[in-house]
């Protein structure tokens, strides 16, 4: 009866083992948002995957399951007569990223660190983002725009 007993709680302790362990290692995923809010097309890759296109008023979901990059380049789109994007264009802001991914903190890290010890990595950048806004509206976050001014004829 006693080694019956104590075979079970081993497969139970065993059991919480790994069961805790495959549950640490799901949480280190997080799904962010990329997001469109300007005129411009927004053409991303992550990790120097291929890349994937974000229209205008438009967002795609990114898995950030580790550190690494994500690029994003804007590109002002020549339109039809009827005003739907048609392809070439030039390029109008460019952005490299690296982000982290710890457990359940996925932020984008960006700026010099100044106030790393006090804030943690990624909370405050000193760093000029325009027109893209990183780790908002949560951490992990990019968004593109609102701003027509990166696409007027003067640009």
Do not use: W
Request: charged share 20%.
């Amino acid at each position: 009866m006693t080694c019956i007993r104590s075979k079970s709680v081993k497969a139970l302790a065993i059991s919480a083992v790994v069961a805790a362990s495959l549950t640490s290692t799901a949480s280190a995923d997080c799904l962010r948002r990329v997001y469109n809010r300007s005129t411009a097309v927004l053409v991303a890759s992550q990790d120097g995957g291929p890349a994937f296109v974000v229209p205008p008023g438009r967002s795609a979901t990114v898995r950030l399951s580790r550190p690494g990059q994500i690029d994003l380049t804007a590109y002002c789109s020549p339109v039809d007569r009827i005003g739907r994007p048609v392809a070439g264009g030039r390029e109008a802001a460019k952005l490299h990223l690296d982000y982290e991914a710890v457990l359940d903190r996925c932020f984008m890290k960006f700026g010099d660190g100044f106030f790393q010890p006090e804030l943690g990595p990624g909370f405050f950048g000193t760093t000029n983002t325009a027109p893209f806004t990183v780790n908002n509206p949560k951490q992990g976050d990019v968004v593109l725009g609102p701003s027509g001014a990166i696409c007027s004829p003067e640009n």
